[in-house]
């Protein structure tokens, strides 16, 4: 089964700190993305990265870096965390060469409070 | 930009009946993927179904199926013999196909609950 692992489940940090979410996928995929999930909002695609080094804008990222090192691993930076960031985290990996289509498999999610 | 609208955000079900959860999109490309996404209560989202549009036959997936309409943009999805384990947030998205095409586009969900 692919497998992406996200580090943290739930995470409290204070305004101001620095907070890193990682996220390793163990399938190969060339595409990783980064999501937000708030209520009422559904998904907004933050960062993704269709390579190693390589970094996309998605729809909201103010406020967020990213860094893809290794093709495995893809981590989000909020180099200094707002309350408006408190939300759900979802990694996602994917592939078009596997299925022509970029047929995502997410992680578990990371739950972020910022007070 | 494609968007994605799903109308309807709760919905409920008896167990055992079916139901359908609509999702209609936008855009003006002609080849591209839809997928329908589960979400269970603190669990992770996993693939429910997926189209590709040059096909015209709608896919199915044991009780899950979905009905394509390409002229009106619509894909939505049905649940036949809805089980308790179907409760979940559900969510339509939309790729386009080809190189570079990676981003998907969410819809805003459709809660259901399945009632015993």
């Known amino acids: 089964d692919v497998k992406v692992t996200q580090s943290s489940r739930y995470l409290v940090k204070r305004t101001g700190e620095k907070v890193f979410l990682e996220c390793v996928q163990d399938?190969?995929?060339?595409?990783m993305f980064w999501y937000r999930q708030d209520p009422g909002l559904g998904l907004r695609l933050i960062y993704f990265?269709?390579?190693?080094?390589?970094?996309e804008k998605g729809d909201i990222p103010e406020g967020y870096s990213v860094s893809r090192e290794k093709k495995e691993r893809f981590s989000l930076i909020l180099e200094s965390a707002s309350t408006n960031q408190t939300s759900m985290y979802l990694c996602?990996?994917?592939?078009?060469?596997?299925?022509?289509?970029?047929?995502?498999?997410f992680g578990a999610g990371s739950r972020l409070t910022v007070l | 930009a494609q968007t994605v609208t799903q109308s309807q955000p709760e919905m409920s079900v008896q167990e055992a009946e079916t139901v359908t959860l609509s999702c209609t999109y936008d855009?003006?490309?002609?080849?591209?993927?839809l997928f329908w996404y589960k979400q269970p209560p603190s669990r992770q989202m996993i693939l429910v179904i997926r189209?590709?549009?040059?096909?015209?036959q709608n896919a199915t997936e044991n009780r899950f199926s979905v009905n394509f309409q390409k002229a009106a943009k619509s894909f939505s999805l049905k649940i036949s013999d809805s089980q308790l384990g179907d409760t979940a947030m559900y969510f339509c998205?939309?790729?386009?196909?080809?190189?570079?095409?990676?981003?998907?586009?969410f819809g805003k969900g459709t809660k259901l609950s399945v009632i015993p």
């Open positions: 996602a990996s994917g592939s078009l060469a596997l299925s022509g289509a970029n047929v995502l498999t």
């Open positions: 399938m190969d995929h060339e595409n």
């Open positions: 990265s269709y390579d190693v080094k390589m970094k």
């Open positions: 855009t003006s490309e002609s080849n591209y993927y």
């Open positions: 189209q590709e549009a040059y096909k015209q």
């Open positions: 998205a939309f790729c386009n196909s080809g190189a570079g095409s990676y981003q998907l586009t």
